[in-house]
């Protein structure tokens, strides 16, 4: 069965740190780029980081030096560390995984809630 589902999501304070998880299953992740996007109340999802099959990643401006993407293809699953947080990050975070052999195939998980806040 085909699944993309992340988790790690909660209530944080500003300054601090939380880690997501995307777990997949039903497809051989190491095919696919996986990436992180996210979306506020009120605006358009952005895409936050990805990286390749290769490893390697790419990170919006807004996130340099804070998050930190990586994935183990062994486990299927891909990761977000994300330190220093900032009210702003408040979103729901998405996981997307999209196929280096057909790029038309993509899949979406269902999203985690993310809450900087004191």
């Known amino acids: 069965q085909l699944q993309v589902v992340e988790s790690g999501g909660g209530l944080v304070q500003p300054g601090g740190s939380m880690r997501l998880s995307c777990a997949t299953s039903?497809?051989?992740?190491?095919?696919?780029?996986m990436a992180w996007f996210r979306q506020a109340p009120g605006k358009e999802r952005e895409g936050v980081s990805c990286?390749?099959?290769?490893?390697?990643?790419v990170y919006v401006d807004s996130v340099k030096g804070r998050f930190t993407i990586s994935r183990d293809n062994a486990k299927g699953t891909m990761y977000l560390q994300m330190n220093s947080l900032r009210p702003e990050d408040t979103a729901v975070y998405f996981c997307?995984?999209?196929?280096?052999?057909?790029?038309?195939?993509?899949?979406w998980g269902q999203g985690t809630q993310v809450t900087v806040s004191s």
């Open positions: 990286i390749n099959s290769r490893a390697r990643t």
């Open positions: 039903g497809f051989t992740m190491a095919n696919y780029a």
């Open positions: 997307n995984a999209q196929s280096v052999i057909t790029p038309s195939t993509t899949y």
